[in-house]
């Protein structure tokens, strides 16, 4: 991918903090969004499918089993289950579905039953299909893409000079091996990381240059949510004029990628949420995270239709990973799948739509940690300091 500045510029860039200045970044950026991807959108929706107990250190997770840390708790959900959560992704106006697992790969039974949650999805849905499985082998992305799967996640986190303070118990090289593994599959890759780690901004425009040489179809950007009793549990969230500034810079660098806003979007940015899309962003993380809560669906959409991006879904929707939604990119405007399907409802009798949208502070059951071990980079699990009392 080539990018549309230097690192030269980009490292200046990183450096403004006059709002001006930033304004004039986002209006580069946005062009260089619209101009390629028109007014289309790619929103996307998870499930955390099997969670907590992860045998890595990464210092940002509550799921590592060396974070003390509160943590959602439960087995590989069956695949009907999975489908559960994909209707309601579908119902919430999602165009894509990602199933996620913690750890660093599955057993042969769980990656069975994921496969086979998969395939209800793909039979059963008009939702895009994403995979987010941890590390894994050409054969297992082959069957991936057998059962469904279009495109599969799997972040480098951070830049390579700073992995070793993110994650020790993976090397950086193994990620992307598994990165080659899920190409050579003729699967799309999905590859982002994470804003305000601790790294420098130097590092923040080497994570974004090594993005561009790996060159994902899609870029998901998070923001660190500091979860207490995490190694960087301790950590302010980011300014949110410097969180759309580098949104921005990414874009500039990476300008093919879909850019998705994803983990900490809401705490970290705020009421700036729809300048960081002007930014350059492509769609969102639509509903909640994998261990934390995020906007309303119906919240997300109107934040993009008030920029006059379109968030409809085409019928055919599935049958090509990329975003096809732009207007005219079929025969005609984009149809509004679901005010078709209520209008020709109407016609018989009333329908009663109900969706039950995914709530982990009620639907998973929070184990709380009697002790963690020892973390493997010898750093201490940290905590905000409490609030002065008086």
Same mark, same amino acid.
């Given at each position: 991918m080539?990018?549309?500045?230097?690192?030269?510029?980009? $490292?200046?860039?990183?450096?403004?903090?006059?709002?001006?200045?930033?304004?004039?970044?986002?209006?580069?950026?946005?062009?260089?969004?619209?101009e390629?991807?028109?007014?289309?959108?790619?929103?996307?929706?998870?499930?955390?499918?099997?969670?907590?107990?992860?045998?890595?250190?990464?210092?940002?997770?509550?799921?590592?089993r060396?974070?003390?840390?509160?943590?959602?708790?439960?087995?590989?959900?069956? =695949?009907?289950? &999975?489908?559960e959560?994909?209707?309601?992704?579908?119902?919430?106006?999602?165009?894509?579905?990602?199933?996620?697992?913690?750890?660093?790969g599955?057993?042969?039974?769980?990656?069975?039953?994921?496969?086979?949650?998969?395939?209800?999805?793909?039979?059963?849905?008009?939702?895009?299909?994403?995979?987010?499985?941890?590390?894994?082998?050409?054969?297992?992305?082959?069957? $991936?893409?057998?059962?469904?799967?279009?495109?599969?996640?799997?972040?480098?986190?951070?830049?390579?000079?700073?992995?070793?303070?993110?994650?020790?118990?993976?090397?950086?090289?193994?990620? @992307?091996?598994?990165?080659?593994?899920?190409?050579?599959?003729?699967?799309?890759?999905?590859?982002?990381?994470?804003?305000?780690?601790?790294?420098?901004?130097?590092?923040? &425009?080497?994570?974004a240059?090594?993005?561009?040489?790996?060159?994902?179809?899609?870029?998901?950007?998070?923001?660190?949510?500091?979860?207490?009793?995490?190694?960087?549990?301790?950590?302010?969230?980011?300014?949110?004029?410097?969180?759309?500034?580098?949104?921005?810079?990414?874009? @500039?660098?990476?300008?093919?990628?879909?850019?998705?806003?994803?983990?900490?979007? /809401?705490?970290?940015?705020?009421?700036?949420?729809?300048?960081?899309?002007?930014?350059?962003?492509?769609?969102?993380?639509?509903?909640n995270? @994998?261990?934390?809560?995020g906007?309303?669906?119906?919240?997300?959409?109107?934040?993009?239709?008030?920029?006059?991006?379109?968030?409809?879904?085409?019928?055919?929707?599935?049958?090509?990973?990329?975003?096809?939604?732009?207007?005219?990119? $079929?025969?005609?405007?984009?149809?509004?799948? /679901?005010?078709?399907?209520?209008?020709?409802?109407?016609?018989?009798?009333? &329908?009663?739509?109900?969706?039950?949208?995914?709530? =982990?502070?009620?639907? $998973?059951?929070?184990?709380?940690?009697?002790?963690?071990p020892?973390?493997?980079?010898?750093?201490?699990?940290?905590?905000?300091?409490?609030?002065?009392?008086?």
């Amino acid at each position: 991918m080539t990018p549309l500045i230097t690192r030269e510029e980009a $490292l200046a860039l990183g450096e403004i903090d006059d709002h001006g200045q930033i304004e004039a970044l986002i209006h580069r950026a946005w062009e260089a969004r619209v101009e390629r991807f028109a007014d289309s959108t790619d929103m996307c929706s998870l499930v955390n499918a099997k969670s907590g107990g992860c045998a890595e250190d990464c210092g940002f997770c509550a799921q590592s089993r060396f974070a003390d840390a509160e943590t959602p708790m439960h087995a590989m959900m069956e =695949p009907e289950q &999975v489908l559960e959560h994909a209707r309601a992704a579908e119902a919430a106006g999602a165009h894509r579905f990602c199933m996620v697992t913690q750890g660093q790969g599955l057993s042969k039974r769980d990656f069975d039953k994921y496969l086979e949650g998969v395939r209800l999805v793909s039979e059963h849905t008009n939702l895009k299909r994403c995979a987010s499985v941890g590390h894994i082998s050409a054969a297992r992305a082959a069957a $991936l893409q057998e059962a469904g799967i279009q495109r599969v996640h799997h972040n480098v986190e951070t830049s390579s000079s700073y992995y070793d303070e993110v994650t020790t118990t993976v090397r950086y090289e193994v990620r @992307l091996r598994t990165i080659q593994a899920v190409r050579e599959a003729g699967l799309e890759t999905c590859v982002g990381g994470i804003l305000n780690l601790g790294e420098s901004r130097a590092q923040r &425009v080497e994570m974004a240059f090594e993005l561009a040489e790996i060159n994902p179809t899609s870029v998901p950007i998070n923001m660190l949510n500091p979860r207490p009793g995490t190694k960087f549990g301790d950590r302010e969230f980011m300014d949110p004029w410097e969180a759309v500034k580098w949104i921005a810079i990414f874009r @500039l660098i990476l300008p093919e990628a879909l850019f998705r806003l994803c983990g900490g979007r /809401v705490e970290n940015l705020g009421e700036l949420q729809q300048l960081a899309v002007k930014a350059g962003i492509n769609g969102v993380m639509m509903g909640n995270f @994998l261990t934390t809560l995020g906007n309303e669906p119906e919240t997300d959409r109107a934040m993009f239709e008030e920029l006059g991006l379109n968030v409809a879904r085409q019928p055919d929707n599935a049958a090509n990973p990329r975003p096809d939604n732009r207007s005219g990119w $079929l025969a005609g405007e984009t149809p509004d799948v /679901v005010e078709q399907r209520l209008d020709q409802a109407s016609r018989a009798k009333p &329908v009663d739509l109900q969706v039950s949208l995914w709530d =982990p502070s009620t639907q $998973l059951r929070y184990r709380a940690k009697r002790s963690a071990p020892p973390r493997p980079d010898g750093a201490a699990n940290k905590s905000p300091d409490p609030a002065p009392v008086g």
